[in-house]
């Protein structure tokens, strides 16, 4: 099982309705290729139709290799479907794989939880209710903040996934000498090196 997520970041109702053509996307190549996908959660974006983020669940043998070939960042080329006359033309996802997070390699007297209120871009649109969590790994230091999903289980559920993502990476950061990077990653959208680039309203790659 592979959890994939889409997320528009802190972006504007354009990368919000690319979200939603990635989440179409990548379940039609998993039915094509034989992979169960399914839209566990969502949050919804300014326009209708449109979402800020997305978690869904592959299983299969190729769901692993689906994961990876959406991984990273990932840019349309086009006119905004809302402000057709707005000059950029340039919008981008990210797209981030998660293992669940079912055998933990800590307990649970280690966490530390806080509800927050989730943040928005110029202190607009932000969540009113605290969905957002907070986590803290107190052996460690790490402290994960996950806020793109509507409820406060499923963020509490993305937050212990990012942990034991990051978790596995410091221990090969030891070994590699790259743990300053690693201590200080977040959920951030790059934006280029886009990992597939996608134009025009029939989203073609």
Same mark, same amino acid.
């Given at each position: 099982m592979i959890w994939v997520q889409v997320t528009s970041g802190v972006g504007p109702a354009e990368c919000q309705w690319v979200v939603t053509k990635v989440l179409?996307?990548?379940s039609r190549e998993a039915e094509a290729r034989g992979v169960r996908c399914e839209l566990i959660s969502t949050s919804e974006g300014e =326009?209708?139709?449109a979402l800020r983020s997305g978690l869904l669940v592959l299983?299969?043998?190729?769901?692993a290799g689906l994961a990876g070939e959406w991984e990273g960042t990932i840019q349309?080329?086009?006119a905004s479907p809302y402000r057709p006359h707005h000059k950029r033309k340039n919008w981008f996802v990210g797209v981030e794989v998660f293992e669940p997070p079912e055998s933990a390699a800590w307990s649970e007297s280690e966490l530390q939880w806080e509800a927050v209120r989730s943040s928005g871009p110029g202190g607009q649109k932000?969540? =009113?209710t605290n969905s957002a969590v907070r986590l803290m790994h107190v052996p460690s230091g790490?402290?994960?903040?996950a806020q793109e999903e509507r409820s406060q289980q499923q963020n509490r559920r993305l937050?212990?996934?990012r942990l034991s993502r990051l978790m596995e990476q410091r221990a090969q950061a030891k070994v590699a000498g790259a743990q300053q990077e690693l201590w200080g990653q977040?959920?951030?959208l790059e934006r280029g090196n886009a990992r597939r680039v996608f134009r025009g309203e029939g989203f073609r790659e």
């Open positions: 179409e996307r990548i =326009k209708w139709g299983e299969g043998d190729e769901a349309w080329i086009g932000v969540n =009113k790490i402290v994960i903040v937050a212990l996934a977040h959920h951030t």
